[in-house]
T-cell receptor, first 112, second 110 residues
Framework: KAGVTQTPRYLIKTRGQQVTLSCSPI?????VSWYQQTPGQGLQFLFE???????NKGNFPGRFSGRQFSNSRSEMNVSTLELGDSALYLC???????????FGPGTRLLVL | LAKTTQPISMDSYEGQEVNITCSHN???????ITWYQQFPSQGPRFIIQ???TKVTNEVASLFIPADRKSSTLSLPRVSLSDTAVYYC???????????FGAGTRLFVKA
């Protein structure tokens, strides 16, 4: 069974631009969560989507948004990029309940 | 939400058994304990999950005492490729308010 895939793997943007990251969950998984990982803050939860609805949200500004499609694929958008948004963005999927989540390889975003 | 405490780093040699302990004093009755491994610039990889007593799979064992206020990940006969950061998570196994701690950086030497 294919794992979680994320595209693109690497991205360079400049301040003020916006970016969209994509995540395809493991087949059959309906929950997709997004995380930001930086050396200073570690791994931080952004939000979780389940059946196209945002189920939970972490403590991030409104510039960070996401959505989930009917096929469970998810996208994350960051608007008005700031230097501090440079990070590894990770997506994880699970079937939906209290289960193990599986992570993708991440998208490395560099904001210049 | 259960907070976890792990050693910041550990050193070991190839072929040794490594035990990483995680403290989670305020674990809730329905919380599970999950361990992940992460290599630089990669996503965390699920290692093992348990609720109580002992769980073993092909890569590790997880020991959980009766009071469940701590857990120990045991890696048998580590190799250089086991050098990574190991995270202990308690509670919801994903998404909703998942809190990753700082993790334990394991260095395996030849």
């Amino acid at each position: 069974k294919a794992g979680v895939t994320q595209t693109p793997r690497y991205l360079i943007k400049t301040r003020g631009q916006q970016v969209t990251l994509s995540c395809s969950p493991i087949s059959g998984h309906r929950s997709v969560s997004w995380y930001q990982q930086t050396p200073g803050q570690g791994l931080q939860f952004l939000f979780e989507y389940f059946s196209e609805t945002q189920r939970n949200k972490g403590n991030f500004p409104g510039r960070f948004s996401g959505r989930q499609f009917s096929n469970s694929r998810s996208e994350m958008n960051v608007s008005t990029l700031e230097l501090g948004d440079s990070a590894l963005y990770l997506c994880a999927s699970k079937r939906g309940g209290v289960e193990t989540q599986y992570f993708g390889p991440g998208t490395r975003l560099l904001v210049l | 939400l259960a907070k976890t405490t792990q050693p910041i780093s550990m050193d070991s040699y190839e072929g040794q058994e490594v035990n990483i302990t995680c403290s989670h004093n305020n674990i809730a009755t329905n919380d599970y304990i999950t361990w992940y491994q992460q290599f630089p610039s990669q996503g965390p990889r699920f290692i093992i999950q348990g609720y109580k007593t002992k769980v073993t799979n092909e890569v590790a064992s997880l020991f959980i005492p009766a009071d469940r206020k701590s857990s120990t990940l045991s890696l048998p006969r580590v190799s250089l490729s086991d050098t990574a950061v190991y995270y202990c998570l308690v509670g919801d196994t994903g998404g909703f308010k998942t809190i990753f701690g700082a993790g334990t950086r394991l260095f395996v030497k030849a």
